[in-house]
């Protein structure tokens, strides 16, 4: 199985071409404003229009009004959506857009049976919990934790980086891994060639399992 990649809290154009010119599978655009890596609407359609085909948009929200969702789906073709708080199935499901549900890894959080309630997902995204923050902590979680009956492919974030996706890419083997402070300079100003080097890593990685040797 090839492991997916989102590069996820892409702010400029320049940033989103190196992604896709690398090989990213899908770029990430957040909308929440208490985000450093939060775009406009209008950083939105300039990013997205700069891509090739083939490359996945994913619109990330955060207890967002159902009427602030639209409003930018009617100004950005996304591809998916990506909901990071407190929304439920059926808060997730009310758009015509496929969606991933972020869960952190709460202490004591039955992982799997939250999961489990999220039945129109098409894959379930976990990340560090840290108190008050809605993703984007650049923290690691223990991945020992995560539970072998997930209802829906598994997409790995927290604290990625060149460094450490091979690892991550061998032991937990999901279905796709996402990055945003692992390939930045600053919080929404990625580096070229992190993102290069994260992609080179997740790719070699491809390889071997395809191949049979890890």
């Known amino acids: 199985m090839r492991v997916r990649t989102k590069i996820c809290g892409i702010t400029r154009v320049e940033d989103a071409v190196v992604a896709a010119q690398a090989g990213a599978d ?7 404003a208490k985000s450093p890596r939060a775009v406009s ?38 591809d998916v959506l990506q909901f990071h708080g407190d929304e439920t199935p059926a808060e997730c499901e009310a758009f015509s857009r496929p969606y991933f549900r972020a869960l952190r890894m709460q202490p004591g959080l039955d992982i799997a049976a939250l999961s489990a309630q999220y039945s129109g997902a098409q894959g379930v995204l976990l990340d560090a919990w840290v108190p008050g923050v809605h993703g984007g902590t650049g923290e690691r ?39 945003s402070g692992g390939v930045e300079v600053s919080p929404g100003i990625k580096d070229a060639e992190k993102i290069r080097k994260f992609l080179y890593a997740v790719h070699m990685n491809n390889t071997q399992l395809c191949d049979g040797s890890l």
């Open 141 to 179: 979680f223990d991945w020992a934790r995560i539970p072998e009956n997930l209802a829906k492919p598994l997409i790995l974030a927290g604290g990625l980086n060149a460094d450490n996706v091979g690892q991550a890419v061998r032991q937990v083997q999901p279905w796709a891994v996402d990055v």
């Open 26 to 32: 899908a770029i990430g655009l957040v909308f929440y």
């Open 41 to 78: 609407v209008a950083q939105a359609q300039k990013i997205v229009a700069a891509l090739p085909p083939f490359v996945t948009v994913v619109g990330l929200f955060v207890n967002a009004a159902r009427s602030e969702v639209n409003a930018v789906l009617d100004s950005v073709p996304l």
